[in-house]
């Protein structure tokens, strides 16, 4: 009887001590934090780890008529394969969706980062104000961010937009929106 009480402690300090151990291991795993910044004049965004620049990508920003929001949002969804809602008409998921293959939704409803069917607008101001990005580059950002990151988008170039996207190509004039969004039941284009 004796030996069977020391038994089940040991079994217990043993077990305390493997949750303690993979704790402390998961700890040092945690991923570093992440953000996205995007610069609407330079159309481009930069996914952030733990401060440092990670990887750079180009952009469509929001047309003149309908500008990109400016502000710190988060990312609200992430959805693979999106349907796309709008001017009446619904379009399933498939090279003709003009949200291409990935939405990742902001907190500020209707606008997001998601791929495009026409690639020729990345670096261009041709959205309806959402963030477009390559096919590909969208898939690969959204196995990098999580619900929940902050999504930064910025009109101007303040000093930390400079430290992360360099000396610009040449000065761009972009509007910035910060009227309400319109609702849209999945997301701009």
């Not at 402690?9 to 704790?23: C, H, I, K, N, S």
């Not at 620049?53 to 609200?76: D, E, L, R, W």
């Amino acid at each position: 009887m004796r030996d069977t009480r020391w038994q089940a402690r040991y079994l217990q300090a043993l077990a305390a001590l493997f949750v303690a151990v993979g704790e402390a291991l998961a700890q040092e795993t945690r991923p570093a934090p992440r953000r996205i910044v995007v610069s609407i004049p330079d159309r481009q965004l930069a996914l952030m780890e733990d401060g440092r620049v990670a990887k750079i990508y180009p952009v469509a920003v929001g047309a003149a008529a309908t500008p990109s929001p400016t502000g710190t949002f988060t990312v609200a969804a992430r959805l693979a394969h999106p349907t796309w809602y709008g001017s009446g008409k619904v379009v399933q998921p498939g090279k003709s969706n003009p949200l291409g293959p990935r939405w990742i939704g902001l907190s500020r409803r209707g606008y997001g980062i998601h791929g495009t069917t026409n690639p020729r607008s990345i670096g261009r101001p041709a959205s309806h104000g959402c963030i477009r990005m390559r096919n590909s580059d969208v898939e690969e950002l959204f196995g990098l961010v999580a619900v929940g990151d902050p999504v930064e988008l910025y009109a101007e170039r303040t000093d930390e937009v400079a430290r992360i996207f360099g000396v610009p190509t040449a000065p761009q004039v972009v509007a910035a929106n910060s009227a309400p969004a319109v609702p849209v039941v999945s997301g701009g284009q």
